[in-house]
């Protein structure tokens, strides 16, 4: 009898094309038809996990205006089958150190869980991710994380300094808040709590306290619900805040590196030398929770020093490289070359053709959202009449997904069909602000829209680090650190030593 085989809509070499060449978020549907992991449902992986104890942060679920750091968390470890009993409300069941929260104030997450050592004693498992789909061959769950969590579970809205993002939603459901890069301004980063590779919002972005960020009413969020089966692409340095919105989720993802993460990594190489100098610092305002809970500890000064050079190293050992392909007449990337799962540069297989990308039933950009704050515009989440997206009587951002081109009659049932409604943002991109440190200003917005002068308030150490380690002031401090690397090569450069080589690695995420 014959079988029947799903065709995919696209091959791995034409997936790779269409990565290379998307600007902007986008949905994959159809391609992981086959992919033995869409069979890891909550209780499937309670029975493979065993006694295994897995870390999950808890936050209340509660109507705030501020993010929810994972500072601000709290933690336990319980067994995956524990937190099945607690997230289903069995009665007299095995919850372990869940029994001291109440599901119905506490949301769960396990994130950011290495499937490498998951399933340390099943390699095997690393097989059922299929990432050579999308044309990355030897590439599986090794190179992936996991992420389970009950309805509210929540990520902060942050940036990823390195690589670009590949996220298979499994089961549940899980709704993406994204903003372009050059809505950094209008987002209010800043490093504290600091985690290498993440650059946080100060700004929640579901409630935004439109007093205290008012650039934020020019983000240009773009929005779309991920249903099992479906693939998101999040571009590099695309801001991302990401929530559960079924009573169970769980999702599978992987950075994909690329060749710009080398200067990447002497940014982040100075943020961390320049946060740790000063928040060890004895100081009376360095009391607070600043190291993210998933970094391993606080290196000494020395050691980040080295992290520096290392990095500095290696992206000039780069550029060397690349000036030796163009002496040698070598072809020149003219985009971020991605890289293999051994982390060696990927070679172009012809010559560069122009390359459209298929928008279409099976693949579906993310479009920007239209919110109007005329109606908020000076409330805050305090204010009786402030309309928040949390709040269900309220109508939910719509989720503009889809390209009006786009034959919606032929989208594959399989993938369950993207939940959207179709809205193309018309307005020009916001204006970058001046410098904006922490928007801890001396002057507020009075009730009445008037202007109050507050006078001089003290300055904090978190306040001067939000202006020394903004994105802005790191970026054009790499550039002179680099100038000065490559001596006379740019106007303005002082040559501080000669290059040391050697097959060094470049610090990686944590």
Known sequence: MATHTTIKPFGPEEAQMILDSLKQPAVFLNMTCDWPVLHWTLDRLSVLLGDKAIRFRLGRIDETNTPLFETQCSYLEAKLAQFVSWASGESGADVGPFSDYLYSEYWAYADYKYIAMLFQDQPSMFEDVMWSGFGFKGRDGKQSTLWIGTEGANTPCHLDSYGYNLVLQVQGRKRWHLFPPEDTANLYPTRIPYEESSIFSQVDVLQPDLRRFPAFRRARAHTVTLLPGQ???????????????????????SWVELEVDDEARVSEAL???????????????????????????????????????????????????????????????????????????????????????????????????????????????????????????????IDCTVNPDAPQSSRPMSDG?????????????????????????????????????LGHTPITTNDLLDCLVHPDVIDRVTELLLERQRGGHRSGGHRTGGHRTGGHRTPTAS
């Open 231 to 253: 693939v998101l692409y999040v571009p590099r340095h695309w801001w991302h805040y990401v929530e559960s919105v079924d009573p169970v989720t769980v999702s599978v993802n």
């Open 271 to 397: 943020t961390k030398a320049v946060v740790c100098a000063l928040k060890t610092t004895p100081s009376n305002d360095n009391a607070d929770a600043w190291l993210n809970p998933t970094e391993e500890g606080v290196a000494c000064h020395d050691e980040n020093m080295q992290y520096v050079n290392l990095a500095v190293r290696t992206c000039m050992e780069r550029e060397r490289g690349q000036h030796h392909c163009k002496q040698t007449h070598e072809p020149r990337r003219t985009h971020p070359v991605k890289r293999d799962s051994s982390g060696q540069a990927k070679e172009s297989t012809g010559e560069s053709t122009s390359f459209t990308v298929p928008f279409g039933p099976y693949l579906i950009p993310v479009h920007c959202e239209q919110k109007d704050w005329q109606e908020i515009g000076e409330m805050t989440p305090k204010d009786p009449d402030f309309k928040s997206s949390r709040n269900p009587l309220v109508q939910h951002p």
């Open 417 to 453: 069909g993207l939940q959207h409604v179709t809205h193309e943002c018309s307005s020009a991109p916001g204006q970058c602000t001046s410098y904006t440190c922490g928007n801890r200003i001396s002057q507020r917005t009075a009730e009445d829209g008037e202007t109050e002068d």
